[in-house]
């Protein structure tokens, strides 16, 4: 019996190290809020999910291959706090790699550029930022929605220095709108590629990203979807003032369906913990012949290292033709002004 013990002793302690260089990552985003507003005759009130940023829950994965290579791996679910609904079928990540001094190169539903190289003073709030709710609104892929994470892709992701690179290749863009499987004769007629670079030294960040997605239906009234921005952001200390400039063409692969989207705003600390947030965006959509004036107001107080509580506003403007806004218009209602006031709570763990 005393040597069974030993042997099962020793065998733990050799298979120690294996355990040792591998390990898996739990984490998540709990964010919901209350929002109260209007757009034209249309009025709601409502517990929502995912003021600042959308719930969800991940795993992420390492394990160390030797001589510096690791295989990696994230899957992350999105869900809904208001409701509970998400789990299970709502995918924001899955994909799986190899990762070492040149980088990580991974395949699966991943991040284009477009998801977070932005520089904007509400961090992408699909509620409280302007150009959040700008861009969402035309359809956008350079926004932090699902527009910008694309199926069946291979991409590189790399950090030297303060400069991040990014580089996908989606063979088959389920994105704004575009089939899930495979148009016509030719495999690379619906594929899609995006370019991002992202520095930041110190006080300054500055960001540029290109996206172009390949025209899948060749029709009259289609062409190649293309997209690109520039931004950047600096920290004065009393305040940081960061601005955004995107440039869309063909958005969904209607030709004609053209415009530009551009953002300042400010940062400005209150205290040890708390921030204040102002920001101003604009569109000019030249299908419609219209644009559209949207501006925020917001406060957040980082109550831990963890959890954040927020409170905002926003205004949308649109002119006759637009109908944008947090707050959905009445059906066939363009031209009117939509108002949102939310507050809430985000935790991360």
């Known amino acids: 019996m005393q040597k069974k013990l030993i042997a099962l002793a020793v065998a733990g302690l050799v298979s120690a190290p294996a355990f040792a ?7 998540g985003v709990a964010d919901a809020y209350m929002a109260f507003g209007d757009h034209g005759d249309n009025d709601m009130g409502a517990i929502n999910s995912g003021g600042l940023s959308g719930s969800r829950l ?32 709502n995918s924001r990540q899955s994909f799986v790699g190899l990762s070492g001094g040149f980088g990580t190169v991974s395949l699966g539903r991943q991040y284009a550029p477009g998801y977070d190289f932005i520089a904007d003073s509400f961090g992408s709030s699909p509620i409280l930022s302007p150009q959040a709710i700008l861009s969402g609104a035309v359809g956008s892929t350079i926004d932090a929605s699902s527009d910008a994470r694309w199926n069946n892709s291979v991409a590189y992701n790399g950090a030297f220095s303060g400069l991040k690179v990014r580089a996908i290749y989606s063979m088959d863009a389920d994105v704004s709108g575009r089939s899930a499987t495979e148009v016509g004769t030719d495999p690379y007629d619906d594929d899609a590629l995006g370019l991002g670079l992202d520095y930041s030294n110190g006080p300054l960040r500055v960001a540029a990203v290109y996206q172009y997605l390949k025209d899948g239906v060749g029709s009259a009234t289609s062409d190649d979807q293309t997209e690109w921005s520039v931004g950047g952001s600096y920290n004065f200390g009393i305040l940081t003032l960061a601005a955004n400039y995107q440039d869309y063409e063909a958005v969904g ?14 940062v400005v600390p209150v205290g040890a913990a708390g921030n ?25 107080h980082a109550l831990s290292k963890r959890t954040t509580a927020y409170a905002g506003y926003n205004r949308t403007d649109n002119d006759t033709g637009l109908n944008i806004g ?13 108002d949102v006031f939310a507050v809430g709570v985000r935790h991360t763990f």
Request: net charge negative; charged share 20%; glycine share 18%.
């Open 58 to 89: 991940g795993f992420r994965g390492v394990e160390d291959l030797g001589n510096g290579l690791k295989a990696v791996f994230t899957f992350e679910q999105g869900y809904n706090v208001d409701d509970g609904t998400g789990l299970g079928g």
């Open 21 to 27: 260089q591998s390990n898996v990552t739990i984490y």
């Open 326 to 338: 947090v707050v959905p218009a009445p059906a066939g209602v363009t031209g009117e002004e939509a």
């Open 276 to 300: 204040v947030h102002l920001g101003y965006g604009e569109l000019d959509a030249d299908l419609a012949d219209a644009k559209a004036k949207s501006y925020s107001i917001a406060y957040t």
């Open 253 to 266: 692969n209607l030709s004609g369906n053209d415009g530009d989207i551009w953002q300042v705003g400010v």
